[in-house]
């Protein structure tokens, strides 16, 4: 990389793959919703703390600081968890 310019330009082109796959996982958690029963069942606590350590391996071998990946696989996964729960309580409201 010359300069900032460049390096901004490859941040913009990544966060555009990242934006296409984050809508395909929201595709996925809708799905999701409807399979399940209730609130908890959407929390699904044991099955955050599995995806959390994988993403944590995975950011390991990867060479990013897993640390870093963590708080990021927390955030998106509370704000699906938020998706996926309205998600849910349209489909048994109505």
């Known amino acids: 990389m010359d300069s900032l310019s460049e390096v901004r330009a490859d941040i913009d082109a990544?966060?555009?793959d990242?934006?296409?796959?984050?809508?395909?996982?929201?595709r996925l958690v809708r799905a999701a919703a409807a399979f399940k029963?209730?609130?908890?069942?959407?929390r699904a606590p044991g099955r955050v703390e599995?995806?959390?350590?994988?993403?944590?391996?995975?950011a390991a071998v990867a060479g990013l600081s897993p640390d870093v990946a963590e708080s990021v696989w927390r955030a998106m996964i509370g704000?699906?968890?938020?998706?996926?729960?309205d998600e849910h309580a349209r489909r048994t409201a109505g």
């Open 14 to 16: 990544i966060d555009a």
């Open 18 to 26: 990242l934006v296409r796959l984050l809508a395909d996982r929201q």
């Open 37 to 42: 029963t209730d609130a908890g069942a959407v």
């Open 50 to 58: 599995q995806v959390v350590a994988l993403a944590r391996d995975r």
């Open 79 to 85: 704000a699906f968890i938020d998706l996926e729960l």
